[in-house]
């Protein structure tokens, strides 16, 4: 293929090589692809095969609970389904999402590299991922697990009659996958950057998925002790857990959130990365406070590993533990109330435009802030007491997972797209898509900070019928985000064959990314770019940001799209 | 009829409810602030708006920065201060409290009083009177959880948990197992019904008496051989166990403990753990002799033994 038969690319003086998704067209050659690029593309449609699933268990969840007795499905079906959708949801689709997928996509690009450190580890880790995930999956068709996501000990080892050790070698599994993913992101960083990426030069995305690999190379061999002390305990009868041999069940808790609270981390900071790129470049600014924002990131990164306890302030923990661990999870309020203010005043005296992408990273800044500072009554040991294992906590996790990381993947999802496929989607029914999610978001879970409050427990199938009028909205509102996550799949598949052409860098943003053809050749760059400016480089350092220009090609994109050859 | 389940009652609910509502208060203002920046910002330099975008000095960029993370980092650390203080105020029971043996099972609760009165799913107390709960499980973790008292506390195997409460108004409260534990986890329902300390008096006296856990922790004692070495009138020179309960215990290897439940559970099973000066190591362990009942009708035996009599 030539410059001639890409409308809407400049004019390069020289020719292109073919695209990365011309390279090749065969199963066979995405099966055993080694580009970035194409991996990238692989996790994005196993997570959305994983998403729907856990989808699926959640609707299905929330159709049981809109009648106070337990009569859609039977106590023991519940329990499996909240399982099922937990186990998905976290180790699956959010662990995974951003990182794996634009991060894959992007990240090699953003550093004017050609491919990660080490392409055939990556494509292993799909492998890897994928063979976890069909590992936990079999548990669900053989019959279910029903121990929470969390897995707690000795009701995991001793009492439940459920698929576990399946389940959980599925999840031991996709940690190695999260190991050899977070290694090769680390290995790349400081290895493949182009001349004149220095540190401080990295776009925040970049920095964002380099401290989520840390924390995944450094938190996941947690889990995975723990998991195969589990499986052990149950296939050889360890005793670990259990009590009455010395054991001690609360020891999983410690190890469990040893590792799962840093991977809270995990889910959230690659998003925190994603709004950034996408704010910066719809108000035209530069991000407020570059050195703040990558501190931030570091500081979360670290801190991460050092407030597992504010889960376990009920379990019996020592009134002096607790107390630390409350300090702690004070203390790290602090570098996020920095992101979320410093995102506000990028911007100020910026040109704001509101693309679907930007509606997106808006509604994160503010769900995430909701998320956090519901954080804080969390923090508060004696309020804990009172919240813990109710629907506050529920509300609390998916302000922060939904509709902190499930808006930022969409808000970036929005923004690569037309890198990734050279198309554009239909932008108004993107808009309203995203304003339906935001919509139905809290609708959906809002309620629950109050069901919480008045002392619903979580994980139950049949509740009080003084809770019935706040659960009956919040299922309500999983019907509007239903349909909200159902559109775009729905606009992104008619962009493919449908959507005008993109051109090279259809927002003006300023990443390398951008400074390639889309979708990329194979080799990202036909001469690997040199690096003299910092990221974000919408303005003069001081001087005053300008309008977007207009994108020149954008009349030859009007025209109707290229034929399919 | 029982009150509703957020009703309000007791110590701990108070000092929440204001907790509460003042960080309640707070994020309300910040989540104003920051959607107000938000939107007015969007507004105001929406593109195509010809208002004049100032310049920031690097200067104000610096103070600007440094205001909000002094600004965070202060409200942050007042708030662990001020709600960590709360914690610790009430974290121990007051002197004289009352104490139930509560034992949790799935699915259900069930509760022993100093008497030996007996109940199940249902816990009678008098208002008033702070309660010192001791909680068991005999198999997986359970959460004793009453959102009136606005109090939860873990009830793992193999531990004894401690709680205290006391309800200032006499009324039915709910009572829910908050951590997931099987298939009956939300049926795993209860009601603790406070009562003027009169009618108490006389619902107890209602009550049938014996069995008990002290009466079966009596027993236990003699049949399975405690009495053997800590009977007063015992050759064996082992510690006199009247009136332990609650003192200060030094220990052979320096340390002093103080003789609370965990302490006399892990004397019995785990006996070589802590050794009493002055004494030798001779006590056998009793874990595979003694089922979890039996432990703990042991330790409420002990517990009652005030000192006052033999
Ligand atoms: C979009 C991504 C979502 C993610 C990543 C996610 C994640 C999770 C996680 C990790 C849990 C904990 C499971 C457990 O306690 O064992 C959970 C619970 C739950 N989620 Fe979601 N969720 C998502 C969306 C939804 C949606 C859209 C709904 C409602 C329609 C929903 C409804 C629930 C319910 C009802 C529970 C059970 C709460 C409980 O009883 O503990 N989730 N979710
Ligand atoms: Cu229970």
New interface residues.
């Given amino acids: 293929m030539t410059d001639a038969a890409r409308p809407g690319t400049p004019d390069r003086g020289y020719s292109l090589p073919p695209s990365y998704l011309n390279a090749g067209t065969t199963l066979k050659s995405w099966l055993l692809t080694t580009d970035h690029k194409r991996i990238g593309l692989l996790y994005l449609a196993s997570i959305t095969v994983f998403f729907m699933i856990g989808g699926i268990a959640a609707a299905v969840m929330r159709t049981e609970l809109m009648t106070p007795a337990?009569d859609l499905v039977s106590?023991?079906t519940y329990?499996r389904l909240f399982t099922l959708h937990g186990v998905i949801m976290v180790w699956f689709f959010l662990i995974p999402a951003v990182p794996t997928t634009l991060g894959n996509f992007v990240l090699p690009l953003a550093i004017g590299a050609r491919d990660v450190a080490f392409p055939r580890l990556n494509l292993f880790s799909w492998y890897l991922n994928i063979a976890g995930g069909s590992l936990a999956l079999s548990a669900l068709l053989l019959g279910g697990v029903?121990t929470?996501w969390t897995f707690?000990t000795?009701?995991s080892t001793?009492?439940?009659n459920s698929y576990v050790t399946l389940a959980a070698a599925g999840v031991f599994v996709a940690g190695f996958s999260s190991i050899a993913t977070g290694l090769n992101f680390i290995v790349t960083v400081h290895t493949q950057r182009t001349e004149g990426m220095g540190w401080m030069r990295l776009p925040l995305f970049v920095w964002s998925i380099y401290a989520t690999s840390i924390i995944l190379v450094l938190a996941t061999p947690a889990l995975a002790i723990v998991l195969a002390m589990i499986v052990g305990e149950r296939v050889f009868d360890l005793g670990l857990f259990d009590?009455?041999r010395?054991?001690?069940?609360?020891l999983f808790q410690h190890i469990f959130w040893f590792y799962s609270h840093p991977a809270v981390y995990i889910m959230i900071l690659p998003g925190m990365g994603v709004v950034t790129e996408v704010l910066t470049c719809f108000?035209r600014r530069k991000v407020?406070?570059y050195e703040?924002m990558v501190f931030a990131i570091l500081g979360i990164a670290i801190f991460g590993f050092f407030v597992w306890g504010h889960h376990m302030f009920?379990?019996?923990q020592s009134?002096f533990a607790?107390?630390i661990f409350?300090?702690l999870s004070?203390?790290i309020?602090?570098p996020s109330?920095?992101k979320?203010?410093?995102w506000?005043?990028t911007?100020?005296?910026?040109?704001?435009?509101?693309e679907a992408s930007m509606l997106y990273a808006?509604g994160f800044?503010?769900l995430f802030?909701?998320g956090g500072?519901?954080g804080?009554?969390l923090?508060?040991?004696?309020?804990d007491?009172?919240v813990?294992?109710?629907y506050f906590i529920v509300a609390h996790f998916h302000y922060i997972m939904v509709g902190g990381m499930v808006s930022a993947f969409f808000a970036g999802l929005h923004f690569w797209w037309p890198k990734i496929t050279g198309r554009m989607y239909s932008e108004g029914f993107a808009r309203a898509a995203a304003l339906l999610m935001f919509v139905g978001f809290n609708v959906t879970f809002f309620p629950q900070f109050i069901l919480g409050?008045?002392?619903?427990?979580?994980?139950?199938?049949?509740?009080?019928p003084?809770f019935q009028i706040l659960n009956l909205m919040s299922s309500f509102g999983a019907m509007i985000l239903t349909l909200a996550y159902a559109l775009p799949m729905i606009y992104f598949a008619l962009s493919l064959w449908r959507g005008r052409m993109a051109g090279d860098n259809p927002w003006r943003a300023t990443g390398l990314e951008w400074a390639t053809a889309s979708p990329p050749p194979r080799e990202n760059f036909v001469q690997r770019p040199v690096v003299d400016r910092a990221p974000y480089d919408y303005h003069p350092a001081?001087?005053?940001?300008t309008?977007?220009e207009d994108d020149p090609d954008r009349e030859k994109r009007d025209d109707r799209p290229e034929d399919p050859a | 009829m029982s009150d509703a389940i957020w009703s309000r009652a007791g110590a701990h609910a108070e000092s929440f409810d204001r907790l509460f509502t003042v960080l309640t208060g707070f994020s309300v203002l910040i989540l104003l602030l920051v959607a107000g920046l938000i939107v007015g910002f969007s507004i105001r330099f929406r593109s195509g708006s010809k208002v004049t975008r100032h310049k920031v000095s690097r200067l104000i960029h610096r103070e600007i920065e440094i205001g909000w993370i002094a600004a965070t980092a202060i409200v942050a650390l007042f708030f662990f201060w001020w709600t960590t203080s709360a914690n610790l105020q009430q974290a121990a029971a007051p002197a004289g409290a009352m104490e139930i043996h509560i034992e949790a099972k799935q699915w259900m609760w069930k509760a022993s009083h100093p008497d030996g009165t007996r109940e199940i799913s249902t816990l009678h107390v008098p208002a008033g009177q702070p309660v010192r709960l001791y909680l068991n499980s005999q198999d997986v973790i359970h959460s004793f959880f009453v959102p009136a008292f606005r109090l939860k506390q873990d009830v793992v195997p193999g531990r004894t948990a401690t709680m205290w409460f006391r309800a200032d108004r006499a009324g039915t409260y709910p009572l829910l197992c908050a951590e997931y534990c099987g298939t009956g986890h939300s049926r795993m329902l209860g009601e603790i019904v406070v009562m003027e300390p009169a009618d108490f008096a006389a619902w107890l006296d209602s009550r049938p008496q014996g069995g008990g856990m002290i009466a079966a922790g009596r027993m236990l004692f003699t049949s399975v051989g405690c009495s053997g070495c800590h009977a007063p009138g015992s050759t064996v020179h082992a510690p006199d166990l009247d009136g332990l309960y609650g003192r200060q215990v030094p220990l052979a290897d320096g340390r002093v403990v103080t003789a609370d439940a965990a302490y006399i559970q892990d004397s019995i099973l785990l006996p070589r753990r802590d050794i009493v000066a002055g004494y030798a190591p001779i006590m056998p362990d009793f874990a595979d002799l003694l089922d979890e009942d039996e432990v703990a009708a042991l330790v409420a035996y002990i517990r009652s033994l005030k000192g006052d009599a033999s």
């Fill in positions: 337990g106590a023991d329990n029903d929470g707690y000795p009701y001793l009492y439940s009590p009455r010395g054991g001690d069940p609360i108000s407020f406070g703040a009920v379990s019996g009134t607790s107390l409350s300090l004070f203390v309020a602090v109330a920095i979320v203010f410093n506000s005043a911007l100020y005296g910026g040109h704001i435009t509101f808006l800044v503010g802030t909701m500072l519901t804080l009554f923090a508060s040991i004696p309020i007491v009172h813990t294992d109710t409050f008045m002392g619903m427990p979580r994980r139950y199938w049949s509740y009080p003084e001081h001087g005053e940001p309008e977007r």
